[in-house]
T-cell receptor
Framework: SQTIHQWPATLVQPVGSPLSLECTVEGTSNPNLYWYRQAAGRGLQLLFY??????ISSEVPQNLSASRPQDRQFILSSKKLLLSDSGFYLCAWTGQGAFYEQYFGPGTRLTVT | KNQVEQSPQSLIILEGKNCTLQCNYTVSPFSNLRWYKQDTGRGPVSLTI?????NTKSNGRYTATLDADTKQSSLHITASQLSDSASYIC?????????????FGSGTRLSIRP
């Protein structure tokens, strides 16, 4: 069966510090991978998605970046965090094709102080 | 513009009561609609998924309906339990879509009181 992992689960970082969040998927190959951010009491905002290794599409211009160094690994990074980067970050994956189920990881709670 | 709107924004009901959450969408061309349950501080978990040809689907005490003509969906929860307290998110995907065409509603925050 497929499993999706995220770490860390929680993170408190000062403004201006770097960020690296990691997401890995097990039990499937060539998934579409997604990074979402959810502000408190708000809906999910798509940040990045990837259809393959090295292929990253950005939905929202910001100081975040994403990379996919391996088929089932997706990394969200920042060189300098802003207060507005605080939120709940979710990684998700889907299979290829027009009809697919989307599965979410457990999330990372990021607080920028 | 592709949009998914949910109502109400929040809802409080007593344990044991039924409730219905609404979702209206303008996503086109439509592929499928999903309802997710998201507990606080957790990732969303899928409840139901429906395609254009399906107008109802059940998962235990959860029943989702879809009217593709009016572009409306509802999630009915029967005999609510305290564990049903969560956010419920409606998600609509476009057909023959790129990976980005998954549109999320902002969710309905449901609180079940004893």
């Amino acid at each position: 069966s497929q499993t999706i992992h995220q770490w860390p689960a929680t993170l408190v970082q000062p403004v201006g510090s770097p960020l690296s969040l990691e997401c890995t998927v097990e039990g499937t190959s060539n998934p579409n991978l997604y990074w979402y951010r959810q502000a408190a009491g708000r809906g999910l905002q798509l940040l990045f998605y990837s259809v393959g290794i090295g292929q990253i599409s950005s939905e929202v211009p910001q100081n975040l970046s994403a990379s996919r160094p391996q088929d089932r690994q997706f990394i969200l990074s920042s060189k300098k965090l802003l207060l507005s980067d605080s939120g709940f970050y979710l990684c998700a994956w889907t299979g290829q094709g027009a009809f697919y189920e989307q599965y979410f990881g457990p999330g990372t709670r990021l607080t920028v102080t | 513009k592709n949009q998914v709107e949910q109502s109400p924004q929040s809802l409080i009901i007593l344990e044991g009561k039924n409730c219905t959450l609404q979702c209206n969408y303008t996503v086109s061309p439509f592929s499928n609609l999903r309802w997710y349950k998201q507990d606080t501080g957790r990732g969303p978990v899928s409840l139901t998924i429906m395609t254009f040809s399906e107008n109802t689907k059940s998962n235990g005490r959860y029943t989702a309906t879809l009217d593709a003509d009016t572009k409306q969906s509802s999630l009915h929860i029967t005999a609510s339990q305290l564990s049903d307290s969560a956010s419920y998110i409606c998600v609509v995907s476009a057909r023959r879509s790129s990976a980005s065409k998954i549109i999320f509603g902002s969710g309905t925050r449901l609180s079940i009181r004893p």
